[in-house]
């Protein structure tokens, strides 16, 4: 099997920051629901919290990886103003017409959103540390700021797969 420099440059952007990830986000979520005190032992508290810290700083990592690869390397392949462009393949078309003027319009500017909550929502696990387990609702609030980041990037991810699927880049 062979890939072409642009192949090595999507997988690594889709399936090698993105894999890391989903499995940050599952990994990280499960770490703060659990940070209550009734579910904890002292000394399971230092290896859950630095299984956490990891986890929840590894996904910041991956989202910023996956928006910086998808923006300065894929998305000028897409943008390309050469008639065989994905960009220009979608605009030709009717039927294709909006997963351009929607889709990619919508994704490129959504996808940034996932990695700037995913940093706050890692900062506030390092900044706090064991301290989340008494402060209910700063936990919370990182757990929505960590969830709204994988909605954020499941639709960012979703709109670049449908458009992958229908003008990839090649």
């Known amino acids: 099997m062979h890939f072409t420099g642009r192949e090595?440059?999507?997988l690594v952007h889709g399936m090698g920051f993105g894999a890391?990830?989903?499995?940050?986000?599952?990994?990280?979520?499960?770490?703060l629901y659990s940070l209550r005190p009734e579910l904890l032992t002292p000394?399971?508290?230092?290896?859950?919290?630095?299984?956490?810290?990891?986890?929840?700083?590894a996904m910041a990592v991956a989202a910023w990886g996956t928006?910086?690869?998808?923006?300065?390397?894929?998305?000028?392949?897409y943008r390309d103003p050469a008639p065989d462009s994905p960009k220009s393949q979608l605009l030709a078309d009717s039927g294709t017409k909006d997963w351009h003027e929607f889709g990619m319009e919508w994704k490129e500017h959504i996808a940034w959103l996932s990695p700037i909550m995913a940093t706050v929502a890692a900062f506030i696990v390092v900044y706090y540390g064991t301290n989340l387990i008494r402060h209910d609702?700063?936990?919370?609030?990182a757990m929505a700021l960590f969830v709204l980041s994988f909605v954020f990037a499941v639709v960012a991810g979703a709109f670049g797969a449908f458009i992958t699927k229908v003008a990839p880049v090649s």
């Open 20 to 31: 890391v990830f989903l499995l940050a986000f599952a990994g990280g979520l499960a770490g």
């Open 67 to 77: 928006v910086i690869t998808g923006t300065w390397v894929v998305y000028p392949w």
């Open 8 to 10: 090595w440059w999507t």
């Open 137 to 141: 609702r700063v936990r919370r609030t």
């Open 43 to 57: 000394t399971g508290v230092a290896e859950r919290m630095l299984r956490l810290r990891i986890g929840v700083v």
